[in-house]
């Protein structure tokens, strides 16, 4: 490969990278403040996608109206697909929220296990909505034209990063004022800290809100970058279980390890696809799965080696004064 | 009794399946008082505490504080009368540090409200000083304040007792119910527990219930000692009155202070 050709490749790792770190910023709101047990980020990821799409596409007319189905198209800017895809995955957070938080954790955890998949068989199945399992194409992206479109990747990974950075900072704002302290004690233990005063279930529905959010603004920020979307993308796999590897290694709580991690993993994933090509051509076809394994072992060694992830949180978290 | 009373139960019932752990119990709480309630393992006192605070909702009965009927609210309400509990076994945040615990504490922070940390820090900051100022004060009162910065989890259970009790001064309470503070803690520290919350009583005029298995600790601070058991109360009165009372030394005290 030639010079030009790795610099293009990097790019595009570090634009899903950067993707990736939304979703671990994401995560670590809800699990590692909240300790809130969301197993069905692939849900938000594909709502946030789907929401985004088909706010900023047409709806489709004359010859194309006979090959794709979609319910609506609103043709409106990037932007508002960003926010719109924040808004109903935090809807959607809220509504799952209601009947789970006031139970046992592990009722949040079947319920997002469950809607994502609900979700996913949706777009799947009713193709009056988005076009089924073709799914959409032809979204916008951001300041198209500034460069040729061969280049414009650059710019995209621009985008990415400051959105990125963006989020993380409203988080860091939060978790260090006296609202992350209520998320953390809350982490701790729940009892102790409804007898200090606390509205445990108002705080935990805010954490949790407030991640999906950032994992819909994930899900539009990959639609916008492929351009085209359907079902198949959100499996638990990739939607989901890579997410948490990610958070593990990076260290839960501590949002500079949400970004590292899904920068380092991402960065690991990539290089697995090299290894297997190296494979003999009857183990190919299963290579997905090797790659799976190989990182399934890799978040067994990190949680047995170095349980609190590559960055641990920090000792003193609140630490608002010593800005 | 001329004086007002600041906690009243009245015949309070809470069982677990079919294992009445508080019975009909009723009994009343001085205000300004250090009321010692023992009584032997399993007689119902922490449950009865647990229903104070709203942790479980009793089957049956009525609690009063400062007249005002409070039975059935939830934990953050009854935090919110100005009522607050320790544990037998310390809940402290583990992975938080001791300075935090405390600055967790205090009620209607401005930085609690998400928008605000965004959109108004000035006056987060400004209160997250004036609360960082009075933890220290405390924690320089319990004489914690070396430990500010270790995780609470790392602490030693005498420690973890006395942060505890810092925790309470904290949420300027009206009343705190203490779960065998004595616990575990050792004569040294015993002896700056007793003087704590002597002089929170008489200082902040705090009311306490506290509930102690160590007799040193009931007898030398504790006036009236009401003792509970099979769920209900069976004796009251001062701590010589107690110490004589047949009932009490058949019921508990097997004969050692005999
Ligand atoms: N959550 C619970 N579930 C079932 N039984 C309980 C529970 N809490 C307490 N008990 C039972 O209630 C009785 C009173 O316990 P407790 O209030 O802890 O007594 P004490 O604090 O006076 O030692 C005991 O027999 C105990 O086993
Ligand atoms: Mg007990």
Redesign the interface.
Same mark, same amino acid.
Do not use: C, S
């Given at each position: 490969m030639e010079l030009g050709g790795f610099i293009a490749y990097l790019v595009s790792l570090a634009i899903m990278a950067s993707i990736y770190a939304v979703f671990c910023l994401g995560l670590n709101i809800q699990w590692g403040y909240t300790g809130l047990f969301n197993i069905g980020i692939a849900g938000f990821f594909c709502v946030g996608a789907y929401t985004s799409a088909m706010l900023t596409t047409p709806k489709p007319t004359g010859i194309y109206a006979q090959y794709v189905n979609q319910i609506f198209g609103l043709n409106l800017p990037f932007v508002v697909g960003l926010l719109g895809a924040a808004a109903v995955c935090g809807i959607i957070g809220f509504l799952i929220g209601i009947p789970t938080l006031k139970l046992r954790e592990d009722y949040l955890a079947i319920a997002t296990l469950g809607i994502a998949e609900t979700f996913r068989l949706i777009f799947n199945n009713e193709h009056w909505l988005a076009n089924g399992p073709r799914g959409l194409m032809g979204l916008p992206q951001p300041l198209q034209g500034i460069v040729s479109a061969k280049h414009y990747n650059y710019i995209y990974l621009i985008v990415v990063v400051i959105i990125m950075l963006f989020i993380y900072l409203l988080i860091e704002r939060a978790i260090r004022s006296p609202w992350g302290r209520v998320l953390r004690a809350i982490r701790e233990d729940e009892i102790s800290a409804s007898m200090s005063g606390k509205d445990i279930f108002h705080f935990k529905m805010q954490s949790l809100i407030f991640g999906s959010m950032v994992m819909g603004v994930g899900g539009a920020l990959y639609a916008h970058y492929t351009k085209s979307i359907s079902p198949d993308v959100f499996t638990p796999l990739y939607g989901t279980f890579i997410i948490w590897v990610m958070l593990m290694a990076g260290g839960s709580g501590n949002n500079k390890g949400a970004i590292l991690g899904a920068y380092v993993i991402w960065g690991i994933w990539i290089g697995t696809s090299f290894m297997t090509d190296l494979l003999p051509y009857t183990l190919k076809a299963r290579a997905p799965y090797i790659r799976f394994l190989l990182i399934g072992i890799l978040l067994e060694i990190i949680l047995i080696y170095r349980p609190q992830g590559m960055l641990g949180e920090e000792k003193r978290v609140s630490k608002l004064l010593e800005e | 009794m001329a004086e007002k009373s600041m906690l009243e139960i009245k015949e309070v019932d809470k069982s677990f399946g079919g294992l009445m752990a508080v019975c009909n119990c009723s009994l009343d709480v001085k205000e300004g008082s250090i009321t010692g309630l023992i009584g032997p393992n399993g007689a119902g006192k922490t449950t009865l505490f647990n229903v104070i /605070?709203g *942790?479980y909702k009793p089957d049956k009965g009525k609690i009063f504080f400062q007249g005002e009927e409070i039975n059935g609210l $939830? $934990? *953050?309400h009854?935090?919110?009368k100005k009522i +607050?509990?320790t544990?037998q076994i310390t809940?402290?945040? #583990?992975? =938080? /540090?001791v300075?935090?615990n405390l =600055?967790?504490?205090p009620?209607h922070?401005?930085?609690?409200?998400?928008w605000? /940390?965004?959109f108004r820090?000035g006056a987060?900051?400004k209160q997250?000083?004036a609360i960082?100022e009075k933890a220290l004060e405390v924690l320089e009162f319990v004489e914690l304040i070396d430990l500010k910065?270790e +995780?609470a989890g790392s602490l030693s259970g005498g420690q973890k007792k006395l942060l505890e009790l810092a925790?309470s001064m904290m #949420?300027d309470p009206r009343m705190v119910l203490l779960d065998e503070p004595g616990a575990g803690v050792n004569r040294t520290l015993m002896g700056k527990l007793i003087d704590n919350i002597r002089k929170l009583c008489e200082e902040k005029s705090i009311t306490f219930l506290l509930i102690e298995h160590d007799m040193d600790l009931v007898m030398n601070l504790c006036n009236p000692v009401i003792v509970m058991s099979e769920g209900k109360k069976l004796a009251e009165g001062t701590p010589e009155e107690i110490k004589r009372n047949k009932k009490v030394l058949e019921a508990y005290l097997g004969g050692q202070y005999r």
């Open positions: - | /605070t *942790h $939830p $934990p *953050h009854i935090f919110k +607050y509990r544990f809940r402290e945040f #583990a992975q =938080m /540090t300075l935090e =600055m967790l504490i009620e922070q401005v930085g609690e409200k998400i605000n /940390t965004w820090q987060v900051k997250e000083k960082k910065d +995780y925790r #949420a």
